[in-house]
């Protein structure tokens, strides 16, 4: 075979290997396309008896780990279980609940790979995350508030809009940019997360701290010395969220949240989980 020959067979044989590898990646994405547009997460929860839940880990009275028993629990994690339970009522079958920690930043991420049929972990209903995920009707009344020591003297945010006084925040979180337009004079800093920003107030380095009244209750029941105050300067709900678009789960997601709230399990989860908060009246939480 002359050296001309066989060199046309090798560029033959390169030029069937790239368009064996292009055609491999664009069937691999149509593919990968096609089972995202036809898959149906309420279908596949009925068919495996199981819905997997992404729940918090980390946040007091929504879902954080038991010592007893190692796992999450709060008001989270039973709206899950509550959930479940009435879709397998609705559709005459059993599932059961699966839970998955997840955090702030894991929760999208996990239903985009298909890792949890939805989420329930604190989850504010915004614009930007509605372009991705779909949100179930709001569940629970969250807005943002001021967490103070109980001798501070400060009655609401507006007091706080001077340049003496210093509230502290989460980085990256809404809260901060909110703050912003309520108390603009105020000074702000930035912890890494909440427990950081709660020990920073502790130990006096801010005048308050700010971020969803739902997570400033739970530090409220950890320590006697502050509480929340002025009520909510923001509405901003949470909701359950599911993968976009589908519709089918979503629609059972917000019978199954629309029965339990007429037969009264709504208002035993949240007497349950915000009954002993002071200062709290846990049925302005139920309206």
Sequence with gaps: MSKLKRKHIGLLAAVVLVVVLVGSLVFGWTYHEYQSKTK???????????????VKSDTRLFGLISPKTGQSEGFDVDMARAVTKQIAKDKGTKIKPEFTP????????????????????????????????????????????????????????????????????VMGTMAMETTKKFAPKAKLI??????????????????AMTTDNAILYGFCQQSKDVAVIGGTFT????????????????????RAIKEIRADGTYDRLIKKWFGNIPGLDWRELTK
Aim: glycine share 6%.
């Design 40 to 54: 149906n997460s309420l279908e596949n929860i009925k068919s495996a008896h199981v819905m997997r839940w992404g």
């Design 102 to 169: 997840v955090t702030t930043s894991s929760k999208i991420q996990l239903i985009k790979n298909n890792q949890v049929d939805a989420v329930a972990a604190s989850m504010t209903i915004t614009p930007e995350r509605a372009k991705i995920v779909d949100f179930s009707n709001p569940y629970f009344p969250a807005g943002q508030s001021i967490l103070v020591k109980k001798n501070s003297g400060i009655k609401n945010i507006q007091q706080l809009n001077n340049p003496k006084s210093t509230i502290i925040g």
């Design 190 to 207: 930035a912890m890494p997360d909440n427990s950081q920003a709660f020990s920073a107030l502790q130990s006096g380095q801010g005048d």
């Design 235 to 254: 509405n901003q709900p949470y909701g359950l969220a599911m993968d976009k678009g589908q519709t089918d789960l979503q629609k059972a997601v917000n």
